[in-house]
């Protein structure tokens, strides 16, 4: 399923199914959730302005933009970003390995091609440890020494 | 208005989704008193050592209180108090000497303020005690985990209907009840059972997803008219580990380790994991039905008689996981699965079997037919894919199913091949026996985790034939001479008896007589009643390798050696002496006098004369007389030969 890029509330028409079961009317489900540049997808049935009797598909799309953040954000010293890019084509990309089963086995498989594994962070993905290195100057020696940008997220336990 | 709109979904999506943090909607508490505020967090790293806080509601923004990192804000010195509990995925915010501004809405949460990590929690302050403890029980489950929630309600509901029932919009949408009714939603994955207690019951859901997620009530009675309710809150978070967060496509197949799919006629193996806690404990798999879970087999060696031979439970504690394998699977083994174990705590697992139609990969006949003492064969072809798998033969009991291998020193007539141009796995049985009558399974097994299995039932007939067992117990004995020889010898001294291994001689029957010539009539002592031996189980004492000097025979046909019973046109030679009876007083001639020549008799001769000695020595030992012979036994042997 390929992203559209829209931004209002209106989707792609579908026709109401029957025998809909009453546990999913409220259910949105997760289509992107995208820690690195901080944008969340979700898609839900709701019932259609025109004709309320109908369901259109409805999806939302939220994004945080860290206005605050450096260009790389590895490395303090780097002047800050004020180019932020989206892209639904490369956001809806599940690059992520899932578990399917083929005949009885489980594999570990990649759901989509082309899947560039250096992707720009805008923001620091919460599980994922960040560092840097710096000049420390001590009893008149200096020494190059790694800190921990995101501390919470860097203990080994 | 668009915007607001999208705030309005926003709000409602951290609740679903990117809202890991869970507490208590509302807490109340009396004027100067305290109150004490839980909040959950999933237990990840990053959570375990992140800042957590307690924070005022504002306009914008979020005030904080009081923070792990040492923080109390000003007015609230001495009043607040945060404890972290990282191990157990819980943090507490104590706040004491309630004042009516205390009122309002807080968060409580991890990280900075805010951001989507916290938990709306409002806060009420009465005067006096009319207020209305509002208990709810909070359930924190991890995602695709179980969870068992416990409702008591005393005696005087011991009898009355107990149900559960979820909040919906238009009421409260029943789930299941002590009728037997259980929603379709629910089915397979929820467990209503009574506990000891008069009037208090337990409900355990397993596979909780996020829809599962809300507010419950477990009751006595019907929910609207009768009884007692308690209100339960459950919320499902997501662990480490676990699915990308919440993803769920439309036309993605549900996480695959909940459904197990088999073949009909084939085999499936299902792993449940169990907590450290549930190590030694009495661990069983049961399939679900509406009212309850019938046990299938446990670790006791208790195996449901429906599923004998095709049922079998292996426990490896090291990886806390329990293996259950079943095959010869039907139509009619679809349905739900629950691995149980008596620790109510214990994380519970379902899966449900769904049974397809295809074919086995372990292919072979279902039935082999043996008899007792032949050899016997149970094949087992394997595809291509097993090549490289680990493949094994073993035999079903109530216990588990024991490998049979070819190097097990006791069952030496086993072995068990691989002959790798037809793909089969064969067990050998050079000799059947009774007790091989049974289930066996061969099976594959890769990197340790046991894969498909084929079930083969041996069956063993037949009365035990042909071969003997040679002990020496059994007496055997006498030749039975049919008809008797007449007039054979006329010696009359020890009877000639030899068989294998036998140290008594057995005289039969009136009227035979023994090679030996030896009449028995007059025997008064009393011989024991041996089975007649047929000819042909006779082992030949021929081979026997005795290293007799022939000079120690005098006459040894005197010792009724002659096998060749009532055949008179033999020529016999004798070993020394002329076949007199020998007699005389014990040790008046010693043997060497009467040394003749070196006989040439027959090496069967001097074979059967041995036993003949056998004999004598039995008869000396047994303190025989002659009774009724002319002979007397010769002369002490001192233990010559």
Same mark, same amino acid.
């Given at each position: 399923?390929?992203?559209?890029?829209?931004?209002?509330?209106?989707?792609?028409?579908?026709?109401?199914?029957?025998?809909?079961?009453?546990?999913?009317?409220?259910?949105?489900?997760?289509?992107?959730?995208?820690? =690195?540049?901080?944008?969340?997808?979700?898609?839900?049935?709701?019932?259609?302005?025109?004709?309320?009797?109908?369901?259109?598909?409805?999806?939302?799309?939220?994004?945080?933009?860290?206005?605050?953040?450096?260009?790389?954000?590895?490395?303090?010293?780097?002047?800050?970003?004020?180019?932020?890019?989206?892209?639904?084509?490369?956001? =809806?990309?599940? =690059?992520?390995?899932?578990?399917?089963?083929?005949?009885?086995?489980?594999?570990?498989?990649?759901?989509?091609?082309?899947?560039?594994?250096?992707?720009?962070?805008?923001?620091?993905?919460?599980?994922?440890?960040?560092?840097?290195?710096?000049?420390?100057?001590?009893?008149?020696?200096?020494?190059?020494?790694?800190?921990?940008?995101?501390?919470?997220? =860097?203990?080994?336990? | 208005?668009?915007?607001?709109?999208?705030?309005?979904?926003?709000?409602?999506?951290?609740?679903?989704?990117?809202?890991?943090?869970?507490?208590?909607?509302?807490?109340?508490?009396?004027?100067?008193?305290?109150?004490?505020?839980?909040?959950?967090?999933?237990?990840?790293?990053?959570?375990?050592?992140?800042?957590?806080?307690?924070?005022?509601?504002? /306009?914008?923004?979020?005030?904080?209180?009081?923070?792990?990192?040492?923080?109390?804000?000003?007015?609230?010195?001495?009043?607040?108090?945060?404890?972290?509990?990282?191990?157990?995925?819980?943090?507490?915010?104590?706040?004491?000497?309630?004042?009516?501004?205390?009122?309002?809405?807080?968060?409580?949460?991890?990280?900075?303020?805010?951001?989507?990590?916290?938990?709306?929690?409002?806060?009420?302050?009465?005067?006096?005690?009319?207020?209305?403890?509002?208990?709810?029980?909070?359930?924190?489950?991890?995602?695709?985990?179980?969870?068992?929630?416990?409702?008591?309600?005393?005696?005087?509901?011991?009898?009355?209907?107990?149900?559960?029932?979820?909040?919906?919009?238009?009421?409260?949408?029943?789930?299941?009840?002590?009728?037997?009714?259980?929603?379709?939603?629910?089915?397979?994955?929820?467990?209503?059972?009574?506990?000891?207690?008069?009037?208090?019951?337990?409900?355990?859901?397993?596979?909780?997803?996020?829809?599962?997620?809300?507010?419950?009530?477990?009751?006595?009675?019907?929910?609207?008219?009768?009884?007692?309710?308690?209100?339960?809150?459950?919320?499902?978070?997501?662990?480490?580990?676990?699915?990308?967060?919440?993803?769920?496509?439309?036309?993605?197949?549900?996480?695959?380790?909940?459904?197990?799919?088999?073949?009909?006629?084939?085999?499936?193996?299902?792993?449940?994991?169990?907590?450290?806690?549930?190590?030694?404990?009495?661990?069983?798999?049961?399939?679900?039905?509406?009212?309850?879970?019938?046990?299938?087999?446990?670790?006791?060696?208790?195996?449901?008689?429906?599923?004998?031979?095709?049922?079998?439970?292996?426990?490896?504690?090291?990886?806390?996981?329990?293996?259950?394998?079943?095959?010869?699977?039907?139509?009619?083994?679809?349905?739900?699965?629950?691995?149980? /174990?008596?620790?109510?705590?214990?994380?519970?697992?379902?899966?449900?079997?769904?049974?397809?139609?295809?074919?086995?990969?372990?292919?072979?006949?279902?039935?082999?037919?043996?008899?007792?003492?032949?050899?016997?064969?149970?094949?087992?072809?394997?595809?291509?894919?097993?090549?490289?798998?680990?493949?094994?033969?073993?035999?079903?009991?109530?216990?588990?199913? /024991?490998?049979?291998?070819?190097?097990?020193?006791?069952?030496?007539?086993?072995?068990?091949?691989?002959?790798?141009?037809?793909?089969?796995?064969?067990?050998?049985?050079?000799?059947?026996?009774?007790?091989?009558?049974?289930?066996?399974?061969?099976?594959?097994?890769?990197?340790?985790?046991?894969?498909?299995?084929?079930?083969?039932?041996?069956?063993?007939?037949?009365?035990?034939?042909?071969?003997?067992?040679?002990?020496?117990?059994?007496?055997?004995?006498?030749?039975?001479?049919?008809?008797?020889?007449?007039?054979?010898?006329?010696?009359?001294?020890?009877?000639?008896?030899?068989?294998?291994?036998?140290?008594?001689?057995?005289?039969?029957?009136?009227?035979?007589?023994?090679?030996?010539?030896?009449?028995?009539?007059?025997?008064?002592?009393?011989?024991?009643?041996?089975?007649?031996?047929?000819?042909?189980?006779?082992?030949?004492?021929?081979?026997?390798?005795?290293?007799?000097?022939?000079?120690?025979?005098?006459?040894?046909?005197?010792?009724?050696?002659?096998?060749?019973?009532?055949?008179?046109? /033999?020529?016999?030679?004798?070993?020394?002496?002329?076949?007199?009876?020998?007699?005389?007083?014990?040790?008046?001639?010693?043997?060497?006098?009467?040394?003749?020549?070196?006989?040439?008799?027959?090496?069967?001769?001097?074979?059967?004369?041995?036993?003949?000695?056998?004999?004598?020595?039995?008869?000396?030992?047994?303190?025989?007389?002659?009774?009724?012979?002319?002979?007397?036994?010769?002369?002490?042997?001192?233990?010559?030969?």
């Amino acid at each position: 399923m390929s992203c559209k890029t829209f931004f209002s509330d209106t989707g792609i028409a579908y026709p109401v199914l029957a025998g809909y079961p009453q546990s999913y009317d409220d259910e949105e489900v997760v289509l992107v959730n995208n820690k =690195c540049k901080c944008v969340t997808v979700t898609s839900k049935f709701v019932p259609s302005k025109e004709n309320p009797e109908e369901e259109i598909l409805e999806r939302n799309i939220r994004i945080i933009v860290p206005l605050k953040s450096r260009e790389n954000i590895s490395d303090p010293t780097s002047p800050l970003r004020t180019t932020f890019v989206y892209r639904m084509t490369d956001l =809806c990309k599940k =690059c992520d390995p899932i578990e399917i089963e083929l005949g009885g086995e489980i594999y570990n498989a990649q759901q989509s091609t082309s899947c560039d594994d250096t992707e720009t962070c805008y923001t620091y993905n919460r599980d994922k440890c960040y560092t840097t290195t710096f000049p420390f100057l001590y009893h008149g020696e200096r020494k190059i020494l790694q800190a921990a940008l995101t501390p919470a997220s =860097c203990y080994a336990e | 208005f668009k915007h607001f709109c999208l705030e309005i979904l926003l709000a409602l999506f951290f609740q679903l989704f990117l809202n890991p943090i869970f507490g208590p909607r509302e807490v109340s508490g009396l004027l100067d008193g305290s109150v004490t505020v839980k909040c959950f967090y999933p237990q990840t790293t990053v959570n375990k050592h992140d800042r957590k806080y307690w924070c005022r509601e504002a /306009t914008r923004s979020c005030h904080t209180v009081v923070s792990s990192n040492g923080y109390v804000a000003p007015g609230y010195q001495g009043r607040v108090a945060i404890t972290d509990f990282p191990d157990q995925g819980v943090f507490l915010v104590n706040v004491s000497g309630l004042g009516l501004a205390d009122r309002g809405s807080y968060h409580c949460g991890l990280g900075l303020n805010n951001r989507a990590l916290s938990f709306q929690v409002k806060l009420d302050v009465s005067e006096g005690s009319g207020c209305r403890a509002l208990l709810s029980f909070l359930f924190y489950v991890e995602l695709q985990g179980s969870v068992t929630i416990t409702c008591s309600f005393g005696q005087d509901y011991a009898s009355i209907r107990k149900y559960l029932c979820k909040m919906e919009k238009s009421g409260c949408r029943n789930i299941i009840d002590t009728y037997g009714k259980v929603d379709d939603e629910y089915a397979g994955r929820i467990l209503l059972s009574n506990e000891n207690t008069a009037g208090s019951y337990s409900i355990m859901i397993t596979q909780l997803g996020w829809q599962d997620a809300g507010l419950y009530l477990c009751g006595a009675g019907v929910y609207g008219e009768s009884g007692e309710t308690k209100e339960v809150d459950l919320h499902v978070y997501e662990g480490q580990g676990a699915l990308p967060q919440g993803l769920k496509t439309p036309t993605w197949v549900p996480f695959i380790s909940h459904t197990v799919l088999g073949v009909k006629g084939g085999s499936v193996t299902i792993e449940c994991r169990y907590d450290t806690k549930g190590r030694s404990s009495l661990k069983y798999w049961c399939k679900w039905r509406k009212n309850g879970c019938s046990r299938i087999i446990d670790s006791n060696g208790f195996v449901s008689d429906l599923y004998e031979g095709r049922v079998a439970m292996y426990d490896n504690p090291e990886n806390n996981t329990l293996t259950v394998i079943l095959n010869r699977l039907a139509d009619s083994d679809s349905g739900y699965y629950w691995c149980m /174990t008596n620790e109510n705590r214990e994380k519970k697992t379902s899966k449900e079997l769904k049974i397809v139609d295809g074919e086995p990969s372990l292919t072979g006949e279902e039935e082999v037919e043996a008899s007792v003492g032949a050899p016997a064969q149970l094949a087992c072809s394997y595809p291509c894919k097993y090549y490289s798998y680990e493949k094994y033969w073993c035999k079903w009991t109530r216990s588990g199913c /024991t490998p049979v291998e070819a190097s097990d020193q006791s069952r030496a007539e086993l072995n068990v091949d691989c002959d790798k141009d037809n793909k089969t796995i064969l067990l050998n049985f050079d000799d059947v026996a009774l007790t091989d009558q049974g289930w066996y399974w061969c099976g594959v097994k890769h990197k340790g985790v046991y894969g498909e299995t084929k079930a083969v039932q041996l069956r063993v007939s037949g009365e035990p034939r042909g071969r003997r067992e040679v002990s020496p117990v059994r007496a055997t004995a006498a030749w039975d001479a049919p008809g008797g020889c007449p007039g054979a010898r006329g010696s009359e001294h020890i009877p000639a008896a030899p068989a294998v291994g036998s140290t008594r001689s057995l005289a039969r029957g009136a009227g035979g007589k023994e090679p030996g010539g030896r009449s028995r009539g007059d025997r008064s002592s009393p011989v024991p009643h041996v089975p007649a031996l047929r000819p042909a189980d006779l082992v030949s004492v021929g081979s026997y390798r005795t290293n007799i000097s022939m000079s120690d025979f005098e006459s040894a046909k005197e010792y009724g050696a002659n096998d060749n019973a009532c055949m008179k046109g /033999t020529q016999e030679t004798q070993i020394g002496g002329d076949g007199k009876s020998r007699g005389g007083p014990a040790g008046a001639e010693p043997l060497g006098e009467r040394r003749p020549s070196l006989p040439q008799s027959s090496k069967e001769e001097a074979d059967v004369a041995y036993s003949a000695f056998l004999l004598q020595a039995s008869a000396v030992a047994q303190g025989r007389g002659a009774g009724g012979d002319t002979a007397a036994p010769p002369g002490p042997w001192d233990g010559r030969m």
